[in-house]
């Protein structure tokens, strides 16, 4: 069986500032870890995938996530927020199934 | 490259009516097809996935149907909406290798009355 939990549904953040966005999994097996960005009235877009190479992903617009086996974290990471950041950002894994779990999502909020 | 397109991008349809979208890839062969829905404040909820033409899974038993009449074509349809049926409904292809790996069309929002 494979999951992801995403903490906290919103994460409000200033312009500027860090952004951190939390993703645990389970999975039985090694995983595939995935991010997702979703704009309003879009679909998905892939920000960056784990696939068992280096623990630390950089993505697109500046996003990175590093793999914690020990702590089964998929963490979503951009040292400084910017307004065009704000969107729906999902997390997936993919493990002994067909198909990838998606996450609930977290909704992030940019403060200027 | 590939291209993903999803029509209609909005749909407005009273309860009972029937429902038909269309998704369809361009730019690759024998891709896995996915269909799912996002309801107002909710995650993503799997529908239907298919590995070719005529092999289709349901995930969630309702009043939704899906066919896949050609290689890079897969339609959801239903004979009669719930109000239930209200949301955002998105098509979503992986290379048959990588199904890890979803590419999503733009979204289609169906709102019923």
């Known amino acids: 069986a494979q999951s992801v939990t995403q903490l906290g549904s919103h994460v409000s953040v200033s312009e500027g500032a860090l952004v951190l966005l939390r993703c645990n999994y389970s999975?039985?097996?090694?995983?595939?870890l995935f991010w997702y960005v979703q704009y309003p009235n879009q679909g998905l877009q892939l920000l960056l995938k784990?696939?068992?190479?280096?623990?630390l992903v950089k993505g697109i617009n500046g996003f990175e996530a590093e793999f914690k086996k020990s702590e089964t974290s998929f963490h979503l990471t951009k040292p400084s927020a910017h307004m065009s950041d704000a969107a729906e950002y999902f997390c997936?894994?993919?493990?002994?199934?067909?198909?990838?779990?998606f996450g609930r999502g977290t909704s992030l909020i940019v403060h200027p | 490259s590939q291209t993903i397109h999803q029509w209609p991008a909005t749909l407005v349809q009273p309860v009972g009516s029937p429902l038909s979208l269309e998704c369809t890839v361009e730019?690759?062969?024998?891709?896995?097809l996915y269909w799912y829905r996002q309801a107002a404040g909710r995650g993503l909820q799997l529908l239907f996935y298919?590995?070719?033409?005529?092999?289709i899974s349901s995930e969630v038993p309702q009043n939704l149907s899906a066919s896949r009449p050609q290689d890079r074509q897969f339609i959801l349809s239903s004979k009669k909406l719930l109000l239930s049926d209200s949301g955002f409904y998105l098509c979503?292809?992986?290379?048959?290798?990588?199904?890890?790996?979803?590419?999503f069309g733009p979204g289609t929002r169906l709102t019923v009355t």
């Open positions: 298919s590995i070719g033409i005529d092999q």
């Open positions: 730019g690759t062969s024998n891709p896995n």
């Open positions: 997936a894994v993919k493990g002994g199934s067909y198909i990838p779990t």
């Open positions: 784990y696939t068992s190479a280096a623990t």
């Open positions: 979503a292809w992986a290379v048959r290798d990588r199904v890890y790996e979803q590419y």
């Open positions: 999975s039985s097996v090694p995983p595939y």
